[in-house]
């Protein structure tokens, strides 16, 4: 009887540590204590191995069901941020370190780092350039006029 109150306690102190440690997790935990509580009440688990056999399944099952239906009418506070971190670069103005030609790709400083270059026109170490898009690691810029 002594492992019934165990079992009830444990289960009632994780669901209610959901509020404080929010993640969609520890209320499944505490369901399953509460399930196992009430499989030892009603004569359904007689010895620990039974126990922690439910304990893990009812966990699991009540996880993998009702944590994605949970998720999908109780949202948690999301913010989508711009993840393309091309468009944040371009139009931003570089110094050409390397000479860049339109057959010979050069270098740019950009963020203090180097990078490695391309452009249709001539742009002479030292000059400004733009930087119109971006080709894997290399940008494509054009001379600030």
Not at 45 to 66: E, H, M, Q
Not at 97 to 125: C, M, N
Request: proline share 2%; hydrophobic share 50%; net charge negative.
């Amino acid at each position: 009887m002594l492992s019934l109150y165990i079992w009830a306690i444990t289960g009632i102190i994780m669901v209610l540590a959901e509020m404080i440690l929010p993640g969609g997790i520890i209320i499944f935990l505490g369901m399953g204590c509460l399930t196992v509580a009430a499989g030892i009440y009603f004569g359904l688990i007689t010895n620990i191995v039974t126990a922690f056999l439910t304990f893990f399944i009812t966990s699991l099952i009540y996880l993998l069901i009702l944590r994605s239906l949970f998720m999908k009418y109780f949202e948690g506070d999301s913010q989508v941020h711009n993840t393309d971190e091309d468009l944040d670069n371009i139009n931003s103005v570089v110094e050409v370190i390397e000479l860049i030609t339109p057959y010979k790709a050069g270098r740019v400083k950009f963020r203090d780092s180097t990078w490695e270059a391309q452009s249709e026109h001539e742009i002479q170490i030292g000059q400004k350039a733009i930087i119109t898009k971006r080709l894997g690691n290399i940008w494509i810029v054009d001379p600030i006029k």
